[in-house]
């Protein structure tokens, strides 16, 4: 079950956190797996850690903002089977305080770039009358989270995109699903906790632990085991939805 044999797979900020895992999960089912990120060393080693397990991966340095970059990058892989729309960026702050340039950084990053990658892959897909798709949202689509206005806004945008792609290609048999974690232990999260709470690294690691019913922040890998599932041929007849992997945030707090 879950075979990934023969299928190559595209995976946005591959190099770490979330994407890594995929893409380490998705090379052990015998996926060929393409990660495209700016952080060439990191990149690097995730494709070496996985081929000295003996499976498929190769790192090409590529800023998902630039789309002829992504462009050029994606026209050299023969067939592209699944894309995972996953490489994003923080920011903290409301509506009142997030300045122009924020914001459009984090437009730029995780909307403009997931777009790019959109409009780059689709038409590959439709050739070959087939494809997976899966976005990165986040429970900050769903409930806005404290304090992130444009990260909760591009998030709701990845939502918007994933409806709108799954309904227009449903005759060239391409899928688009999207999934929306909570707080997950990633570089990601220790990023934001040292650059916005500095000297208190510890109590916000526990308070962002707590803040979710489970009581602990969720791990890649098992992120990566829901991504499997949307992205293999078992889930055939799932399209045009978001899965939430939250610990019981959206649901189950109060
Ligand atoms: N970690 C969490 O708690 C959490 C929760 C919900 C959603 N998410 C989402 O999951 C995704 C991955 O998060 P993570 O925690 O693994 O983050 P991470 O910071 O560990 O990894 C993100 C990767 O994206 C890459 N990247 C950034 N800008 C890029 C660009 N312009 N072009 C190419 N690559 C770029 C980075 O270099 C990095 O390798 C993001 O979209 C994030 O919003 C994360």
């Not at 632990?209 to 009581?215: R, T």
Request: contains cysteine; aromatic residues 8%.
């Amino acid at each position: 079950m879950f075979s990934l044999k023969n299928k190559n797979v595209v995976i946005t900020g591959g190099a770490s956190g979330i994407g890594r895992a995929i893409a380490v999960l998705f090379a052990s089912q015998g996926a060929s797996i393409y990660i495209i990120d700016v952080d060439v060393q990191a990149g690097e080693a995730t494709a070496e850690a996985i081929k000295k397990d003996g499976f498929n991966a190769q790192f090409t340095l590529c800023d998902i903002t630039n789309l002829d970059a992504v462009t050029a990058v994606f026209d050299k892989i023969s067939d592209i089977d699944i894309l995972i729309n996953n490489a994003g960026v923080a920011h903290v702050g409301n509506a009142s305080n997030t300045l122009p340039a924020d914001f459009q950084r984090v437009m730029d990053i995780n909307v403009k770039g997931a777009y790019n990658c959109l409009h780059a892959v689709i038409p590959l897909m439709q050739r070959n009358k087939r494809g997976a798709i899966l976005n990165t949202a986040s429970i900050a689509a769903h409930v806005g989270i404290t304090n992130r206005f444009a990260y909760s806004a591009s998030k709701g945008a990845i939502y918007a995109m994933t409806m709108s792609v799954a309904r227009d290609y449903l005759a060239d048999n391409i899928r688009c699903n999207s999934i929306s974690p909570a707080r997950v232990h990633t570089p990601f999260v220790d990023g934001f906790i040292a650059k916005n709470y500095p000297g208190r690294e510890a109590e916000m690691f526990k308070e962002l632990s707590d803040s979710q019913p489970i009581k602990r922040m969720g791990t890649p890998e098992e992120v990566a085991m829901l991504a499997l599932f949307l992205c293999a041929d078992e889930s055939a007849f799932i399209t045009g939805c978001d899965y939430l992997i939250d610990g019981g945030f959206v649901h189950l707090n109060n």
